[in-house]
């Protein structure tokens, strides 16, 4: 009875406690956090502007304007796109783009290309990766607050008007000025495909978008009718784009069960793995990359590396190894924000270093391999020995920025002398090509493949003589010592920009494959492991 007693007297005290236990409970739960005091901070200050600044002031302009800024602060990655931009942007990767064919980033306040469309317009008149747009229209664009939609719109217009370009590259002291040719572009993720070597086949890969899988499998499966039993697949210049993709070409040459790639976040968390379906199983493989194979090609170089079912070729990897996921705002706006990181099979993130807000450094880190000389010898390759991890067959491969190819390949200079660059700077090889292609077009245009065509044109005297005369005229004295030095360099260019012309952008890739170094090396580990 007591303890009943005192039960009761208890009850109305441990009513009060729960009481006030909850509401201290919901308090914290609910109260604002430092998040939401920012948001408030910035409704506020948005309201104030809005409200006393002397001018009227459209807010969602400014908006556009400083949300990319804001984002570089978490990773190079991170963007936002303006609903003006979203349709423009999102093309690229569903398989369709109109205007003259490039991929460009807004750096701080300088458009860098990134990509040139292969068989656009821009590639035909000499525009490469790397170059910096400095003016538009001879409107001059560098140093200027401009949005990725006014960029757009000025470099997009109806299809055969002129767009003129004043490019800064590194390799040429003053401006280069281009005349791009609107055109609608074909985007298809495949350069070429055919038989390179006996029986191995060769296909180039340049995105992975919607359709890259279906394009793959079936350039693989032609091959193989062909009598490709090996082959070489080159991912150099390949940015990457959407990860499903990649994982479905990689399945194709693993076995059941074999690790792809896992994603790891703090609400994205996944492993793929290979469900034993893929037609490919057996079949030797060498895959190709450099310093611009990026993200989805680093997955798929990443997975045949760790699961020992390839050789890897090349240069070391750009080393891009996190994952956005696309949220599209109110305002068909959208961001692409970093929500986790790619992880190899073997446990290697292959993102390399960077500092929030830093983007222009992050993205001359590649030009920093070059003066550091890692694109010429191995040695100079920066290696984080801390990051060691190991492929299913005990191999070491190392984490810490980018895929180690098995077997490096230095960059090929040994025939690039400054008469070279002076006329690729001008786009003096592709002009010369339209021109000769056209002049002779009703006769070469009935040879329906790369070996006929290239057996009707000039000798080499004559074809490098004529190129010559042609540089000329257009202010570009001869230098004989140097044109003879770059003599097979210079005529292998204009055979394959020529070829390129009457057949297509495929038949440059077998031209210029012919004095690849990194696509001879990868023919020779087939035939070795054979």
Known sequence: MKSLKRLYLLTPLFLAVALALGVWIGYEWLRPSKSDDATQKFREIMSIVGREYVDDVNTDSILDLALPDFLTYLDPHSIYISAADFNAVNNQ?????????????????TIKV???????????????????????????????????????????????????????????????????????????????????????????????????YNEFLTALNRLRNKGAESFIVDLRGN?????????????????????????????????????????????????????????????????????????????????????????????????????????????????????PGKSMDYDEEIYRRYLDGEMFNIDSTKIDKNEIFHTVGGRVVYGGGGILPDIFVPSDTADVTNYYVNVLNAGLFQKFALDFSDLNRQQLSKYKDVDSLLGQLPSDAILLQSFVNYAAQRGINPRWYYINRSSRLILTQLRALIARDLLGAPAYYQVVNEIDTMVSRAVDELKQKK
């Not at 495949?190 to 995105?207: E, F, H, P």
């Not at 956005?324 to 073997?346: C, E, G, N, W």
């Open 114 to 212: 990134i990509e040139v469309i292969s068989g656009g317009p821009s590639e035909k008149v000499g525009i490469l990766p790397g170059d910096r747009i400095i003016t538009i229209d001879d409107s001059l664009v560098a140093g200027q607050k401009i949005s990725d939609e006014n960029i757009i719109s000025r470099l997009r217009g109806p299809k055969g008007t002129k767009v003129k370009l004043g490019i800064e590259r590194a390799s040429a002291k003053r401006l280069l000025k281009f005349e791009v040719t609107r055109d609608d572009i074909p985007m298809t993720s495949i350069d070429a495909s055919y038989i390179i070597d006996g029986n191995i086949g060769y296909v180039r890969v340049n995105k992975f978008s919607r359709t890259t």
């Open 239 to 355: 940015g990457g784009g959407l990860l499903d993709e990649a994982v479905l070409m990689v399945n194709e040459f693993l076995e059941p069960g074999s690790p792809i790639v896992s994603t790891r976040g703090r609400t994205e968390n996944s492993i793929a793995r290979a469900d034993g379906l893929g037609n490919f199983r057996r079949e030797p493989l060498a895959v190709i990359i450099d310093e611009f194979s990026a993200s989805a090609s680093e997955i798929f170089a990443g997975a045949i590396q760790d699961n020992d079912r390839g050789v890897i070729v090349g240069r070391r990897s750009f080393g891009k190894g996190l994952v956005q996921r696309q949220t599209v705002l109110s305002d068909s706006s959208a961001i692409r924000l970093t929500v986790a990181r790619y992880y190899t099979p073997s446990g290697r993130c292959i993102q390399k270093k960077f500092v």
């Open 93 to 109: 990767l569903e398989g369709s783009f109109s205007g003259v064919g490039i991929s460009f980033n807004m750096l701080t306040d």
